[in-house]
């Protein structure tokens, strides 16, 4: 049984207590937030849990093995770090921390610790996503061409972070999960209509050496609720729209395929059109299996499959793209991941 | 009564000579083609009209008053040119020509000759695009903040031109019509899977001072057809779904303005959401109302609501896409336009 | 502050339990479920609920003021007589009751015994039918011609009332509340695919004086969810679609009228079409709506809104379709309702 | 060759005409309508064709040898009964005739003269209806249960016959051609808003020995355009969307089976949901397809897919429609078809 302690009772907040509470082997002991309408809150639903004000409350409580915060990004790596000091596991809510570096310093510190570090990208955990990782595994899309992602709705403007950072993590995380290769490069333009430097529109590219191309539309100023993904294959392509109740998946048995003409000197591309397959998908709760593979990998000394390694990933592109953005869009470099680190940490807590 | 000769019997040719054949003060004399088949097709479909195998026959006919030119684009300048100087008025399908230079000539050529050059952006005659420029003319919707458009499906992969090239013109063509303030400067990406240089996936951002941004999402390889825009404004947006049969135009009553919170150093963002309007549109065939546009402007002697100047505005945005993505993403200012040349003409060719 | 106690915690009880835990002045005391792993599942949720076994712990509890009864339509009477008998208020979920001379021994009851007897016709209190009903009151609609709706889905057959009995209520509540028209008789016609007399698909129409028509399609083996309500006046009409998440509601600038051509002795009819207008929706839960309104009437001695009256007609209705289905599809005339029982009830309880 | 004759040049005209001038072996050689706006717009489009003011001048021409008849249906037995005795071929708009017994007369006397009769029921030849077919006729949707279609819009209001004699043909034509079984009855309701006896709004229920039930919902008067048909087997269940642009037709692989709970005495009904299948379907214009299966029976002395039996059953069923709803909604018995005149007619133009 591990005894779980919930660091913020904000937005998510009530969503992760409810689904804890509804995950194997484990118990959440108390939740921290200094608002106290929103203790108030938790105790009118669950009253069996204690709130506290102080995050320290949950950090030093000698029964919590484990932490999960739920608070504004900027706030991620202190009390990342001060949970894992105090030999807490931790679950972070996406993205993982403000930059790579401190991403790298909560892994290496969790290594050091022998600790579970993990990022909450839920929708790695649903049936969709799932249900697409298998095609693209299985090599049914054949070789694979494009992603292409448009996340935008009428959201609440962040104070900390922009666009791409409140609701990219969310396709990056998927990207990463699903495709193997690792990209090279980044573009990313971006708008702020609130002369704070924070765009609330944003366009990114992603750009891989094999000629496969990410893109992501992200706007919080939308007054539709657009969630598409296309990803496309030269032997089928997928349509994903997180928005229809059941038909989420399309697979399109459509292809094409090219050869030169040699007499005209040119391209001539084939199409391939057929039926279209909509998949049943698994529709379990996607937060009930984050939460208990969460909890079945500290039982397991393993890496959940949102593991820590692909929240850096995302980080890593997140920061890319604000460094595009800030220089006019130009193409800026991802650096390599550090493999010594990613090793070591595979040791500790291997699949 | 305007004669007409086509030059071009592809794709768009029987649209034209349809159009044309029901359009008022015109008739088509002859519609050239080197292909046999599709002027046997022709000569089925319209008996009374010469199909002849050579563009001079077009070109040189004195009978002929003015030329349509339907072909693919890299041959648009030669035979535009070639027409002015025997005298035609010319419209050209879009894009006008392959370069802002070859765009610039024409319309020189066309301003000392006194004859009407004008570009075939049908779109600017839909009942949907009058509608959005009406509501923007108006102040309907305040500040114009963004212009997104998605036009993406399985389409024919172009030998000559890009993706963009091929069907970004629709949607630059809206955004000129409808945004008045001139654009500084484009990032474009975009990907090539066929190993000639010619982009069948890109990204195109248009960049404007006042922070207003425009983004384009373009591609061949889409199993899924969408046509796609929104204009969103601070106080209303716009929803423009060109598949729709009839909601074709949703008017969003949402808004949003932001205020400074001096105590917590940041900024507020208040929304507003509201009730939707979608309007009855002009259903009149929009092929026609160019067709008509053309005919009147030479009779009139007046610039056609699709002027050259969007045309050329057209290619210039192109022209500097193509430099953006050769060059990694990076931004590509655009030139200033001509103003000299853009004002003679108009005092040749008035509204 | 009312005592509740809930008879019945099967697939609507969680909602009620939950509902009545956020309504104003009211507590739940406990739960009664004969079987145990409901019970448990209830502990768990609610810690704070007694679970009990049997109905009678509930309806001779002193301390409890109400009852709320969500078990099968078969036991609705027997339970809710006992509960008026023993002088608690009475909510019944819908249907009020398996025929009119039940529901009409319940009200008297009700109406001896000085207590609010109200069935739950949940959509009564959603912010789509709140609309429609202030629409037609304002005669925004012009006269009123039809209402027609779709209510099909893959659904748990019943094994005591047919599809019409268990999803029809639904739509006959909203047509009695927005209708004020009385229906003079019913056609039903239906079929049974499981060999025990209960019909899985079954169509109603509704007879009315004026010419006004209501059609209601129901069944339980549809692959597709559809509910969809149209309602046509002649100067507007609305589209009622319950599955859009936010635009459930539209309103479309459609009439006609109809006038004779003397001359070719015939009728002619004029359409008019217009702009179609989506009005933003109160987006409260409705459950917690009829909750708080059954507390309310308690305390102001009053009618709620869903009052039994509905219920009642809703029931008349349903007992004619059975006949009618029995009778080949034949017309069944409906009874006058007794106005003198209803006048009496108002008394005692008036709005 | 065949050479034919059209009568009626109204909303339908100018598609057969545009059919038979694309259809083979044949060509149109007149066309005939009363008024002369209609003829001068024929000549403009098609100049190679004769307009003619009189269907005499069809019926009587020696050198025609097929008639189509494209008039009002009150008109469809003297014209077509004409054409027969004067040796022509008729293919006549859909419905048929005006009731069973000119129905019944057209096909003696076609046989009689051996000559081919057929009804244009068109959407017998679309990919979609096709495809239907043979799923059925293949048993992959197991035992049928159900059939239920929609077709609503905001239509024009005939002067002569009611909207299910309007809409209804396509939909039964539909059912009769895919199912075998033979209606024992019909009931139907509908409400005419003009005071003219002519329903504008009725829905239809065919009633069958083995349990299977069809219904069809018919309007004049709604604001939107609905065309969705569900075919229910209990193993999968199609949805035909005719508006879907390309995804017609959905295969829910979707079943359900039943059996006796002894010990309950109860009916317990399984279900089984799983994948969505789009089949891609054959987009041939619908129209040609008929053209040229009418131009080939004739040819080749065989029945056409969309034979006279078909069009005399939808007649009938029209017909017994019409007797239920002016006898409030009562069953009608449906007379047992003619075997013999079936019968009789194979051997002369048989498959």
């Known amino acids: 049984m591990i005894t779980i302690g919930i660091i913020g009772y904000g937005y998510w907040g009530p969503n992760l207590v409810r689904n804890f509470f509804a995950a194997k082997d484990c118990c959440v002991k108390s939740v921290a937030d200094s608002r106290l309408e929103r203790l108030q809150q938790l105790g009118k639903i669950f009253p069996g849990i204690s709130g506290v004000c102080d995050a320290d409350d949950i950090i030093y409580d000698p029964d919590i093995d484990a932490v999960v915060i739920a608070t504004p990004v900027s706030t991620h790596f202190q009390l990342a770090k001060e949970s894992l000091l105090h030999g807490k596991h931790v679950l972070i809510e996406k993205p993982m921390a403000s930059s790579v570096q401190e991403g790298e310093e909560l892994i290496e510190l969790a290594e050091q610790k022998n600790l579970l570090l993990m990022v909450d990208h839920t929708f790695l955990y649903t049936g969709a996503v799932e249900k697409m990782k298998q095609l693209v595994a299985d090599k049914e899309l054949g070789n694979i061409k494009y992603l292409d992602s448009t996340r935008i709705n009428l959201g609440l403007f962040q104070p900390d972070i922009n666009v791409l950072w409140d609701l990219a993590p969310h396709d990056i995380s998927i990207l990463n999960y699903i495709i193997k290769e690792?990209?090279?490069?980044?573009?990313?333009?971006?708008?702020?209509?609130?002369?704070?430097?924070?765009?609330?529109?944003?366009?990114?590219?992603?750009?891989?050496?094999?000629?496969?191309?990410?893109?992501?539309?992200?706007?919080?100023?939308?007054?539709?609720?657009?969630?598409?993904?296309?990803?496309?294959?030269?032997?089928?392509?997928?349509?994903?729209?997180?928005?229809?109740?059941?038909?989420?998946?399309?697979?399109?048995?459509?292809?094409?395929?090219?050869?030169?003409?040699?007499?005209?000197?040119?391209?001539?591309?084939?199409?391939?059109?057929?039926?279209?397959?909509?998949?049943?998908?698994?529709?379990?709760?996607?937060?009930?299996?984050?939460?208990?593979?969460?909890?079945?990998?500290?039982?397991?000394?393993?890496?959940?499959?949102?593991?820590?390694?692909?929240?850096?990933?995302v980080v890593r592109i997140l920061e890319a793209s604000n460094k595009s953005i800030k220089n006019n869009g130009c193409e800026v470099l991802l650096n390599t991941p550090n493999r010594v680190l990613k090793q070591k940490n595979y040791q500790v807590l291997r699949h």
């Open 182 to 313: 690792t990209p090279y490069s980044v573009n990313a333009t971006g708008i702020t209509h609130t002369n704070n430097e924070i765009e609330n529109i944003a366009y990114l590219t992603i750009n891989y050496n094999s000629g496969f191309i990410a893109h992501f539309n992200c706007s919080w100023t939308s007054p539709v609720k657009v969630r598409m993904m296309l990803i496309g294959g030269d032997q089928k392509m997928i349509l994903y729209n997180d928005l229809e109740p059941t038909e989420k998946i399309k697979i399109y048995d459509t292809g094409y395929n090219h050869k030169s003409d040699e007499e005209k000197k040119r391209i001539l591309v084939d199409y391939r059109t057929g039926d279209i397959h909509v998949p049943k998908l698994n529709t379990t709760e996607a937060l009930l299996g984050m939460a208990n593979d969460f909890v079945a990998s500290i039982q397991e000394k393993r890496q959940p499959k949102s593991c820590y390694q692909i929240g850096l990933d």
